[in-house]
């Protein structure tokens, strides 16, 4: 009955400070908000703006406030008429009809409540941005983003975004809103050894992007029509971006077909013909200095770099014979990582061969699995169909050292071929009689153990079991041949 009661006089409360802010001609200050066209003025009072906004605290005090016949004039140029009204509401009545704001409309008060120090305010509409998740992620997430980024008390947006990008960094690039992305914020992207996006992917949205912050609309869509002049705009928009383009991880193919055309846009510097006249360009070494992606938060390209050498058993020759992270000739496409999809069972990767990585709890390192053939259940050692085996020879399993101590990483290759892998619908693939086995579905918390039985060497010097923290699984593709000068 209390609450009911105290409800009804709340509601009065706000009703006659909704009427004052509206009605009442007793005013002493005046607010301009927004700029040229897109300008109005709002009436309001002294001493409700001072103690709802330490901003205007401020703002309104004898140092900074212009005072005109006896009324504060203040100019507010950077928040639109639409927003300062949504702003001022909240201010005498403390009340936001947040339903009917659409997205972009909430960010720009979120970023007026930011500016004005309404921490209440900002704190809310937060929370609503978060509940309408599935609405803006991966179509608006450039504006999430913006936010978390520009606005500082918007520190669980930058949390939420952080955490999305650190599973899915290509988000950005992805959203429907990309080109909205700052310009140093692409190149960041750019830079990052983690994109889920191929190189082909990332230059055709590079093209959008640049096409987006002309002045104008390029309307022709075959690139070899457009103007000169569209032309050079868009050479000078891309221009700090191309050395970020790891060009020489794109096939000859996709080059000569998707790049090849925007040749008036591209540094000359960047490929030569192919030689003796083939249909096939040749990427400079000043635009080769990049090495490969891979979409990891377990391992680096240079993990990646040695994981391919084994599979090519490079490490039957020193070292220096192995591949660097620029001359990978796989690539590593992720399946399954268990933070972002939950468990791996062997019916989700039926086709390629494959990687596994597993990061044990409370250790730095990282223990892995090759299976040269498909999870499909007629691909696996345990299997009595018959079926070609022959490609089980070249199983290993490993574990990548990342402690400071200096502990060499280790490589095991399967002694026996048929003991090579183990898969059923009741457990994920197992890597010999024990040597890397999880007790069930690779999934995170899961028991896993390592015991020497099936393969050369141990990879722990303990075969009690651990909780696996994190696991990925990688298809395995052979890349097509390009040549570099």
């Known amino acids: 009955m209390t609450s009911k009661i ?21 005013h002493d200050v005046i607010i301009e908000a927004g700029e040229g066209a897109n300008t109005k003025k709002f009436k309001a009072h002294y001493y409700i703006l001072r103690m709802r906004s330490p901003y205007f605290r401020q703002a309104l005090s004898s140092r900074w406030a212009n005072k005109e016949s006896g009324k504060y004039i203040f100019k507010k140029p950077n928040i639109t008429p639409e927003t300062f009204d949504i702003i001022l509401r909240y201010i005498y009545a403390s009340t936001i009809d947040v339903e009917k704001l659409n997205e972009v409309q909430i960010v720009n008060a979120l970023g007026a409540a930011d500016e004005l120090c309404l921490t209440v305010l900002v704190e809310v509409l937060q929370g609503e941005l ?14 999430i983003y913006n936010a978390g980024q520009k606005y500082p008390t918007c520190t669980t947006l930058a949390e939420t975004m952080e955490e999305q990008l650190y599973q899915e960094p290509e988000l950005l690039l992805k959203s429907d809103d990309f080109t909205s992305l700052e310009e140093d914020t692409v190149i960041w992207l750019l830079q990052r050894d983690d994109l889920g996006m191929g190189e082909l992917e990332l230059w055709k949205r590079i093209v959008q992007w640049g096409i987006g912050q002309l002045q104008t609309a390029i309307m022709i869509p075959e690139v070899v029509r457009w103007p000169d002049e569209d032309c050079v705009g868009l050479e000078v928009v891309l221009r700090p971006l191309i050395p970020y383009i790891r060009w020489s991880n794109m096939s000859p193919v996709d080059f000569e077909r998707q790049v090849h055309s925007y040749k008036r846009v591209l540094p000359k510097e960047l490929y030569l013909p192919g030689i003796k006249g083939k249909s096939m360009y040749v990427i400079t070494k000043e635009y080769t200095h990049y090495h490969a992606r891979i979409q990891s938060v377990l391992i680096k390209p240079s993990h990646a770099a040695k994981i391919a050498s084994w599979i090519d058993r490079l490490d039957s020759n ?14 590593f496409k992720l399946v399954v990582r268990g933070s972002r999809d939950q468990e791996f069972r062997q019916t ?19 223990l892995g699995g090759y299976n040269p053939l498909t999870w499909s259940k007629k691909s696996i050692s345990s299997n009595k169909d018959q079926q070609d085996n022959s490609p089980l020879k070249d199983s290993f399993i490993f574990s990548l050292r990342k402690d400071p101590d200096g502990n060499e990483d280790i490589l095991s290759r399967v002694i026996d071929p048929k003991d090579s892998i183990y898969c059923n619908v009741y457990c994920s693939p197992v890597f010999g009689k024990g040597d890397l086995f999880p007790k069930g579905h690779f999934e995170i918390g899961q028991p896993c153990g390592c015991k020497q039985t099936s393969y050369e060497k141990p990879l722990r010097s303990s075969a009690e079991q651990f909780s696996i923290e994190e696991f990925e699984v990688f298809r395995v593709i052979k890349k097509l041949e390009r040549h570099n000068v």
């Open 348 to 366: 989700t990767l039926e086709d390629n061969q494959a990687i596994v990585l597993i990061k044990p709890a409370n250790s730095n390192e990282i």
């Open 130 to 143: 978060l509940e309408r998740k599935h609405l803006w992620m991966g179509k608006q997430s450039v504006l």
């Open 6 to 26: 105290n409800s009804r006089l709340f509601q009065e409360l706000t009703n006659d400070l909704i009427n004052l802010l509206e009605n009442d001609d007793e």
């Open 318 to 331: 020193d070292q220096t014979s192995f591949y660097t992270p620029s001359t990978i000739p796989y690539y």
